[in-house]
């Protein structure tokens, strides 16, 4: 059940979405660890040539191509075997040889496999929104098992606990998992999650006419392109308001949203007593990604330490939801339940990909997550099994795929 301890043999790693952003980030901070890690298995979507390179570079016994149209890859190393098609994420994350499962891959896909990684004994580092935003119904309760085993078996041991079983890769997240070490959740008052407001905070006076390039221009991360457009219209914020409620066990009533232009204040904890914990670093997916990598354990990062004479003033104010509606349009989407927040992810995914394409104006991304919230998020008082998230995600893209915008 537990991670093997470093005297035994080396923690066992697979990188799901290692052609992407968070998994190159995480294979870099993979390298960095030494013997203490060993990368048993990669898996990527189409990018053969970048799998086969990480591949030859890290050795590992299985790579996968989910995408059954991706072009083969070629040269691997002799020993790596390759898996292919829909089902090859769930066949990696429930090997007997891997003990932590990073996810780095978007989209509903990376679902069955959190689930089968849990189910097998795996930890979960993830940094998949759909995981929580759609399935936390069915991934929590998994974790909270597996805690709860772990409990009555070494009630001191770290994965005693859900968050040591479901770790947050996400800034925001990661933060507030660090502010909560050693606390308990009866002690917390409110949680904040804080935005930078990204590249539109007061800039333009009329955001219609934006255009998908100063959209990607973020004033502080280095993201992909996806997530840089959500962090502009603040959906993101309000995805990971309704991770927050799933992760914490907390009401939605106890989960603020804070302006930050600064980004470097992650997030914080305000708890019972008036006291409030923060996490503060430079904007560095890497510090995050290494803690869900070697909890309970700090390491020496390639990030570095914040400097707070160079940063100066921090900042802090509210969000303006009527100028970014998609964070009010998202945490009543959470309000309403699986149904609705399954169907707020799959629309802004298609609203992202139409913005980017330029058949969705900036403004019309909250419109069609509002509309979409209307038409498809009422299901049944029951929580959605995977095959309803599924088949409610390829309904929504198929309703509201790539068109040419109406006049509104």
């Not at 190159?24 to 298995?41: C, D, F, K, M, P």
């Not at 603020?256 to 006291?275: L, N, R, T």
Request: proline share 8%; glycine share 8%; charged share 25%.
């Amino acid at each position: 059940m537990s991670s093997p301890s470093l005297a035994d043999r080396p923690i066992g790693v697979a990188v799901l979405g290692s052609t992407g952003s968070i998994g190159r980030q995480a294979l870099e901070v993979l390298a960095g660890l030494g013997n203490s890690h060993r990368v048993i298995a990669l898996a990527a979507g189409r990018d053969a040539d970048g799998l086969s390179e990480q591949a030859r570079r890290f050795r590992p016994p299985v790579v996968a191509l989910v995408d059954p149209f991706a072009p083969r890859a070629r040269d691997l190393p002799s020993g790596t075997e390759i898996l292919g098609g829909p089902g090859a994420l769930e066949a990696l994350a429930a090997r007997p040889d891997v003990d932590l499962v990073v996810v780095g891959t978007s989209g509903i896909v990376s679902l069955r496999p959190v689930l089968a990684a849990l189910e097998a004994g795996k930890v979960v580092a993830t940094a998949n929104k759909e995981t929580l935003v759609a399935g936390g119904h069915l991934v929590m309760p998994l974790a909270r098992r597996r805690a709860a085993e772990m409990a009555a078996e070494r009630p001191n041991d770290p994965l005693a606990s859900p968050l040591a079983w479901i770790r947050p890769i996400d800034s925001e997240h990661s933060a507030i998992w660090q502010c909560l070490a050693g606390e308990r959740l009866a002690g917390v008052a409110r949680l904040i999650l804080t935005a930078s407001g990204g590249p539109f905070l007061d800039e333009p006076d009329h955001l219609d006419a934006v255009t998908p390039e100063a959209a990607l221009r973020h004033p502080t991360w280095r993201m992909g392109p996806k997530i840089t457009v959500d962090s502009a219209t603040l959906v993101n914020k309000g995805l990971e308001v309704i991770e927050a409620r799933w992760l914490y066990d907390v009401e939605y009533d106890r989960i603020d949203v804070m302006i930050h232009p600064q980004s470097v204040v992650h997030s914080a904890v305000a708890f019972v007593d008036g006291s409030l914990k923060a996490q503060l670093g430079i904007p560095d997916m890497r510090l995050p990604i290494q803690y869900a990598i070697t909890y309970p354990e700090r390491r020496p990062s390639p990030a570095a330490a914040p400097d707070l004479i160079a940063a100066g003033t921090l900042s802090f104010r509210r969000p303006d939801e009527d100028r970014f509606p998609a964070l009010r349009i998202a945490r009543a989407a959470g309000r309403m339940g699986p149904w609705a927040s399954a169907a707020l992810i799959a629309a802004d995914d298609v609203a992202v990909a139409r913005f980017l394409a330029g058949s969705l104006s900036f403004t019309g991304i909250p419109r069609l997550l509002e509309d979409a919230i209307g038409r498809f998020g009422r299901g049944t008082s029951i929580g959605p099994g995977v095959e309803d998230l599924e088949s409610l995600d390829s309904e929504i893209r198929e309703a509201l795929g790539p068109t040419v915008e109406d006049s509104r």
